[in-house]
């Protein structure tokens, strides 16, 4: 009997990293996963510097130890400030997210990028230097919008609430005002904003976000170590900090977000639902990191 490589952990402040999980799932239909929500710490886009590297490592070792072979961090604002600490104490592949800059100043045409993201990964140097790397050698203006009232409502199940759309509408309008055409998704929670950003911009931005690419790194990087699963059916086991029962009943609203020509959760073209397919039920455990 073949021995199963380790399932991969997943690891967001909330449900934001769905919207990852899903490309995740897309890219490897065979993996095993397993997904830990900080909820009860949830936002981590106000925190300090300190408490986001000191809830990011709590969680990652969480995942160590329910023995994963390796972790996606998938929330902006961890990856902004914990991934050199994380890579530095953990000997399996951590790997991070990283603000969608490039692919949106390559696709831009009036020479304008916004960006959208949460207060803490504006603050840190990531998306600067992504910003240098890739927008200013190409003359490319990038506008940034934020907000801080967006992850929570999200995690309130009001994606597509009237508040929701009302906060979008006074931040990104200064930016399509000032004619950017392309919306980098600067946090995972983003995602489930798409259809009340086109619902009040129309085609007024093309949005961007770095789910897929992400699912293809790790593709390769599990590819590379061994630790690949083969085809079948993979599952995914959820931890919460939070209350499983709210939880579940959060992550059965959330539409999988409408991504590369994706419509909808079981959709087509592909599309995978955010919720374990092999029993009715999500697993969902309650964790302490």
Known sequence: MTDLPPPVG???????????????????????????????????GTRCDDDIRDLTARAVTELHRRGVGAVVVACNTASAFSLSHLRERFQIPIIGLVPAVKPAVMATRSGVVGVLATPSTMRGTLLADVIRQWAEPAGVQVLRAVSPALV???????????????????????????GADQLVLGCTH???LRGSIQAE?????????SGAAVARHT???????????????????????GDPEQFRVLLSRLPLPPQNGHNGAGGKDGAV??????????????ATT
Do not use: K
Request: proline share 7%.
């Open 10 to 44: 997943v690891f967001d402040s909330g449900v934001g990293g769905l919207s990852v999980l899903s490309e995740l799932r897309r890219a490897m239909p065979g993996q095993d996963f397993v997904y830990l929500a900080d909820t009860l710490h949830m936002p981590y």
């Open 219 to 241: 593709r390769n990087v599990l590819q590379e170590r061994g630790l690949l699963a083969g085809a079948g059916a993979g599952t995914v086991h959820y931890l919460t900090t």
């Open 190 to 192: 983003y995602p489930f």
């Open 152 to 178: 929570p409502l999200v995690e309130a199940g009001q994606a597509d609430s009237e508040d929701t759309r009302a906060v979008l509408r006074e931040i990104l309008t200064p930016l399509a005002q000032a």
């Open 201 to 209: 911009f129309g085609d007024t931005f093309a949005l961007v976000d």
């Open 273 to 286: 639902s955010l919720a374990p397919s092999q029993s009715p039920a999500p697993r969902i455990e309650f």
